[in-house]
C-alpha cells in the first residue's frame, strides 16, 4: 500500500512522457499515412490512458487518511489539469470507437466523426499533448 501512494507520483510521470513520446509518433504515423503503426498506438495509448485513471482513482480508496492532499494554491490548476484530461480521454475514444466499430449504435455521430478525423484528430493530439505536458508538471509541483 505505502509502496504504491510512494511511487505513483514517479510512474505516472513517467508514463506521462512515454505516452506523449508515442503520441507525437502516432502523429507522424498517420501524417505519413503509415495507418496501421497509427491504429496501433492509438489503441495503446488509449486503453493506457483508461488503466492509468483507474490506477489514479484506485489511489483514492488505498489510503486511510482519505485523498492525498492537494496544496490550497495548486486546486484551481489540478480542476482545469483534471477536465482537460477527462475530456481528452472522452474524445478519444470516442474518435477510436468511429474508427474501429461497426456504427452500429449513434450512426450519425459515428458517421460524422469518421468524416471528420483528420481534424478533430489534429486538434486532440494537441490538446492531448497539452495535458501530458501538465501532467509532467505536477511531479515537480508536488514535490
Ligand atoms: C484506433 C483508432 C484510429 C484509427 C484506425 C485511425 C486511423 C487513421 C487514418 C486511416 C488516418 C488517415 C486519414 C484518414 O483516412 O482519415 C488517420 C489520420 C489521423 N488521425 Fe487517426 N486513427 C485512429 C485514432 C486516432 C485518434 C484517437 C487520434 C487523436 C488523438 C487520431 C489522430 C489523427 C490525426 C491527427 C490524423 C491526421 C494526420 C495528419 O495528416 O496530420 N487518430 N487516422
Known amino acids: 500500500m505505502q509502496f504504491y501512494m510512494q511511487y505513483f507520483l514517479f510512474a505516472a510521470t513517467v508514463w506521462g512522457v512515454i505516452a506523449m513520446t508515442l503520441l507525437l509518433i502516432a502523429w507522424w504515423c498517420a501524417h505519413q499515412r503509415y495507418c496501421n503503426w497509427h491504429r496501433r498506438l492509438m489503441l495503446f495509448l488509449t486503453i493506457g490512458a483508461w488503466l492509468f485513471i483507474l490506477s489514479y482513482m484506485f489511489r483514492y480508496y488505498m489510503t486511510d487518511s482519505g485523498a492525498p492532499a492537494i496544496p490550497k494554491q495548486l486546486i484551481l490548476w489540478f480542476a482545469i489539469h483534471g477536465t482537460i484530461g477527462i475530456f481528452s480521454l472522452i474524445s478519444v475514444t470516442l474518435l477510436v470507437w468511429?474508427?474501429?466499430?461497426?456504427?452500429?449504435?449513434?450512426?450519425?455521430?459515428?458517421?460524422?466523426?469518421?468524416?471528420?478525423?483528420?481534424?478533430?484528430?489534429?486538434?486532440?493530439?494537441?490538446v492531448w499533448t497539452l495535458t501530458h505536458i501538465g501532467g509532467i508538471a505536477n511531479y515537480y509541483l508536488l514535490n
Open 98 to 126: 468511429s474508427r474501429v466499430g461497426q456504427g452500429k449504435w449513434f450512426g450519425s455521430l459515428h458517421q460524422h466523426l469518421n468524416r471528420h478525423h483528420v481534424i478533430y484528430g489534429r486538434v486532440l493530439v494537441v
